[in-house]
């Protein structure tokens, strides 16, 4: 076969491949004035009533097998489209292998849109609160509601949604934390405590309905939520229903106590935008704002802690459905009796939208927000599947999981901020033992703890989580000072094949200990971290605790406040090596660990204290550094930067930087290349 004969046949089929995927879709509606017996054909009702758009999206999947089931498969691609409004669901949509497209005929649940936009379409896991009425608590003019499944069927809500808005619950104190006057610790970081002393007037035996009242604490890098069981008022200690997740100390020794603080107390009930449920009466309180119509404003409390389930089986798995130009909101996630939080990264905790055994399934510009637990899960034997251009904001738990048992995952274009508001080690994308996943372009942002999380198995066992891609991503504004031990990137165990490139990384803050930029953890070995910008953490741009043949190059590390680099626990084979990075700082000193095991290559580096003090390399002089073979052909020089009092990190030419090989880095392809949520236009 000839040269041309073959690239014609290639154009014919590129061509035909084409036209089968841009051919004429088929259609269904659905639509909040809808019904399940009409045939979905139509985007509104007839004049008689006797046809229009289907009512719920167990309409649409059940008319859809049907007409798989009458045509012996799908002859188009199929969309779904949603007319506007709030569909609240009584139970989790739920849909299977039957529910499947193909890849020629993929199936579309979508926002209905024509030539003048898109319709505000809400998938709600939540229930609407009426019958307000005028009351009073604590001498302030409130309104209150009676919810009486509350009472009748165990329903807990702890996030109340007025008019889309977040409403706190009381919280003692109003500003900042109390802290923990002792604590009975013992040996054992690892386990927790079902008591605690508190200061005086901290906390009231009095209070109505204490056993209401969650206390809340802050340890570690975990969190806990610790129901009272009673309170001692001769020694004022507090004792709870379950221990607390490790001990109740804020870093790892016996002397510094955990913060807390309370929510659900009556008599905080003082503030205006403030809510308290008192669960023995099954009556919700919530005290208006100021000017604040409460008669025409709409309350949602969760119900559901899963909105939509897809779920295949491994000889089955669901294909190609896809979900476009949604909004998904109100879910929660209420501990077992058993828990009183996660381990870390608040992984346990479900999502709003979870997948399992799926393949080839993509949620594309769909925004997912006030929720109380994570917003998507991809569960064990998913391959393929991808989640694009969200906005994924105002999270009780984290963003985006990628199970063990998955693979081949995109994670691209999102703009994920404003998260563990219940959960608050939850991360912004946790990427379990499972591997080819891409992490990229992605905008993560306002967590109080780690914004990219990856590996999931500690030390040097074999782990599943190689060639993973973690790159331009902007990672900003985490850790908050809430928690301890956490990065802006984190990795965990053997990682063959990993990559960590081109990412913007920057105010990473803790409470203690552990606000890094890039944080290699226990285990973190064969990984490439590149090319990657990190300033303006707490306690260093760079830590490896253990691991084995990384390489970090050409970097930038600077403007951090207490260290810029750290190495934890001295190992008897090459940790890293570490060549042609800038290290630049004004404050706080250079190394901070144990460098003593000179396990490691450092070199063609460049090392600049901007406040004018001398450098050392841990306790070493540059001198006498290089005789124990590091930094040979490094310098101490200004890299000039463009203007880094405005983080400009870029270099200026003539920087000696470029000497030693080092590359300028381009940063300006971080961060989402689309814009994120749902489309206000049709496209």
């Not at 879910?331 to 996660?342: E, F, K, V, Y």
């Not at 994308?429 to 080819?436: L, T």
């Not at 940790?575 to 706080?588: D, L, Q, V």
């Amino acid at each position: 076969m000839s040269l041309w004969h073959c690239i014609g046949l290639a154009l014919i089929i590129s061509f035909t491949s084409h036209a089968a995927h841009a051919q004429s879709a088929d259609r269904l509606y659905v639509a909040t004035n809808g019904n399940d017996s009409w045939s979905g054909r139509l985007d509104c009702p007839n004049k008689t009533g006797t046809d229009g758009p289907l009512a719920t999206l167990e309409g649409a999947r059940d008319a859809i097998r049907r007409i798989k089931s009458e045509q012996s498969g799908l002859k188009h691609p199929l969309i779904v489209s949603i007319r506007k409004g709030s569909y609240f669901l009584s139970k989790t949509f739920e849909l299977t292998a039957p529910d499947s497209g193909t890849s020629a005929c993929p199936i579309t649940y979508q926002a209905y849109s024509t030539s003048a936009g898109v319709e505000r379409v809400i998938i709600s896991g939540g229930r609407q609160i009426t019958g307000f009425a005028p009351a009073k608590a604590n001498g302030h003019n409130v309104i209150a509601a009676n919810a009486p499944t509350v009472k009748t069927d165990n329903w807990n809500p702890d996030q109340l949604f007025v008019d889309g808005r977040r409403a706190p619950r009381t919280r003692l104190p109003k500003q900042g934390f109390y802290s923990i006057k002792s604590a009975p610790i013992g040996d054992k970081w690892q386990d927790g405590q079902d008591q605690f002393v508190f200061n005086q007037g901290e906390i009231n035996a009095d209070w109505q309905n204490l056993c209401d009242v969650d206390v809340r604490t802050f340890n570690l890098w975990v969190d806990s939520r610790l129901p009272i069981r009673s309170i001692d008022e001769a020694t004022n200690t507090a004792h709870f229903t379950k221990p607390s997740r490790f001990w109740l100390a804020r870093e790892h020794n016996r002397r510094n106590f955990a913060r807390y603080i309370l929510e659900n107390v009556f008599e905080a009930l003082d503030t205006p935008g403030q809510w308290y449920l008192d669960r023995s009466a099954g009556r919700l309180y919530y005290y208006p704002k100021p000017k604040e119509d409460w008669r025409e404003a709409e309350f949602i409390a969760p119900v559901l802690d899963t909105t939509i389930r897809l779920a295949g089986d491994v000889s089955q798995p669901i294909e190609h459905v896809r979900f476009r130009n949604l909004k998904f909101a109100h879910t929660q996630h209420i501990l077992p009796d058993t828990s009183a939080g996660s381990v870390q990264a608040a992984y346990e905790v479900p999502a709003a939208i979870t997948y399992a055994h799926a393949r080839n399934c993509e949620i594309n510009h769909c925004e997912i927000s006030e929720i109380g637990n994570s917003a998507v899960e991809f569960g064990a034997g998913c391959s393929g599947c991808a989640i694009q251009s969200c906005l994924i904001r105002d999270m009780g738990a984290g963003g985006v999981k990628i199970q063990a048992g998955s693979r081949y995952t995109t994670v691209s274009d999102n703009k994920i901020i404003d998260g563990g508001k219940i959960f608050a080690s939850a991360v912004g994308i946790w990427v379990a033992e499972s591997p080819h996943n891409k992490v990229i372009n992605n905008e993560i942002a306002e967590l109080y703890y780690t914004g990219v999380s990856a590996g999931w198995s500690w030390g040097y066992a074999k782990s599943e989580a190689v060639d993973n891609l973690i790159a331009n991503n902007h990672i900003h504004h985490i850790g908050r000072g809430l928690l301890s031990d956490l990065g802006g990137i984190y990795t965990l165990g053997v990682s063959p094949g990993t990559v960590l490139r081109h990412n913007l990384i920057h105010d990473c803050d803790c409470s203690g200990y552990g606000g890094w930029g890039i944080y290699t953890d226990e285990g973190s070995s064969d990984i490439l971290i590149e090319n990657n910008v990190v300033y303006r953490t707490k306690t260093g741009g760079f830590h490896q605790h253990y691991g084995k043949n990384n390489t970090v190059t050409n970097n930038i590390f600077a403007c951090a406040k207490i260290y810029q680099l750290q190495k934890t626990r001295a190992e008897d084979h090459r940790g890293f090596t570490f060549e042609r990075n800038i290290i630049y700082y004004k404050e706080g000193g250079l190394m901070s660990g144990n460098w003593d095991d000179d396990k490691y290559i450092m070199d063609y580096n460049i090392y600049h204290n901007a406040s004018g003090q001398p450098i050392t390399f841990g306790n070493a002089s540059l001198e006498e550094w290089r005789k124990r073979g590091h930094d040979r052909n490094s310098i101490v020089a200004d890299p000039m930067f463009v203007d880094p009092e405005k983080d400009d990190f870029r270099l200026k030419p003539g920087s000696p930087a470029f000497d030693l090989g080092f590359r300028q880095i381009d940063m300006s392809k971080t961060g989402p290349r689309t814009t994120t949520g749902v489309q206000t236009a049709q496209r």
